[in-house]
């Protein structure tokens, strides 16, 4: 059996193996695409490389030099597991799901951002939480933009209130009510996209700091932090505009 | 073994800070993967309590700025 062969042999069973899993229930198509697709990039590798199984060294060999890693028996399925399980754990955490007929792709794709800011501020601003004067001292331009985060701003509820938050659920809230506004006809894609841009510049740049905070000694040049005019979604325009559409 | 027990102590002592951030990190994964695998809107529930959700942290320690100084 040659190389092809083998890919064409085994990318039958995972077809026959991921039909069936899912048509039990077990996670959907998608779903064991990803993994079908990791374990198949896998055997390619394997086959292309021509692992082969190293013969067993005798007692009385002399080691002239280091084995490389591809020499080494231990070190093949070491690897290939951890790349296995690597592969694995990726197709399940992430599993892209299709759009369903009649979903509002600018809506689900504005819903994707909200699921994920939020735990995003959350992990920055508990970071920054656990030891405030130690980021303050150490890592200043941090700690201020988690202070940024912090500042309560104004922002109109979707009954219509008025409350001061802090700017991190401030954007998200805006972001929110234009997405409101936008399926009920009463704001354009335009502004969903402004305020959408907003808030991905707000967790693009906690994004950047967790990385730096956490592998990095405190950076001399930090990110300028967001000028208040990228925070100018009119939402009390909005609000008003709500109110007068629900009386 | 005298470095592994020098280091102890700063191991107890970030231990419950390693533990917030694992939980945070935990819930940032699961939003990636909840956000991936998500294929219709919203409902109105769900709506409901990702408002409630935000305004819920409002009283969170995290969201809190500096006390001014004095």
Redesign the interface.
């Known amino acids: 059996m040659n190389n092809d062969q083998l890919i064409n042999l085994v990318q039958t069973i995972l077809k026959l193996v991921a039909g069936a899993l899912a048509a039990k229930g077990l996670g959907d198509s998608s779903l064991w695409e990803g993994i079908s697709g990791g374990i198949l990039a896998l055997v390619t590798w394997y086959a292309s490389h021509k692992w082969n199984a190293t013969p067993a060294s005798s007692p009385t060999a002399v080691i002239t030099s280091a084995p490389t890693s591809s020499q080494s028996g231990f070190a093949r399925p070491a690897v290939l597991f951890v790349l296995a399980s690597f592969c694995l754990i990726l197709a399940?955490?992430?599993?892209?799901?299709?759009?369903?007929p009649?979903?509002?792709p600018v809506?689900?794709n504005v819903?994707?951002?909200?699921?994920?800011a939020?735990?995003?501020f959350?992990?920055v601003?508990?970071?920054?939480?656990?030891?405030?004067p130690l980021w303050?001292q150490k890592a200043p331009a941090f700690h201020d933009f988690c202070?940024w985060l912090?500042?309560?701003q104004t922002v109109g509820?979707?009954n219509g209130a008025a409350t001061n938050?802090?700017r991190?659920?401030a954007l998200?809230?805006n972001l929110?009510n234009v997405k409101?506004a936008y399926?009920s006809g009463r704001a354009g894609s335009n502004d969903v996209f402004t305020a959408l841009a907003t808030l991905n510049s707000a967790i693009q740049q906690a994004n950047a700091w967790l990385i730096v905070v956490t592998n990095a000694p405190p950076p001399a040049s930090a990110p300028a932090p967001l000028p208040p005019s990228a925070f100018n979604v009119d939402s009390e325009r909005i609000a008003v505009e709500m109110n007068s559409t629900d009386h | 073994m005298n470095a592994a027990l020098a280091l102890l102590p700063s191991v107890l002592q970030y231990l419950p800070a390693i533990e917030t951030g694992a939980e945070h990190l935990w819930a940032w994964v699961e939003s990636l993967r909840t956000a991936a695998q998500q294929s219709s809107e919203w409902t109105t529930d769900q709506e409901t309590q990702y408002q409630q959700a935000l305004l819920a942290r409002t009283g969170s320690s995290a969201y809190q700025p500096d006390a001014p100084k004095a």
């Open positions: 399940a955490m992430i599993g892209c799901a299709h759009l369903q009649g979903a509002d809506v689900v819903e994707r951002v909200q699921t994920v939020a735990p995003t959350d992990l601003l508990s970071t920054d939480d656990t030891a405030r303050a202070e912090r500042q309560p509820l979707a938050v802090p991190a659920i998200q809230l929110d409101l399926k």
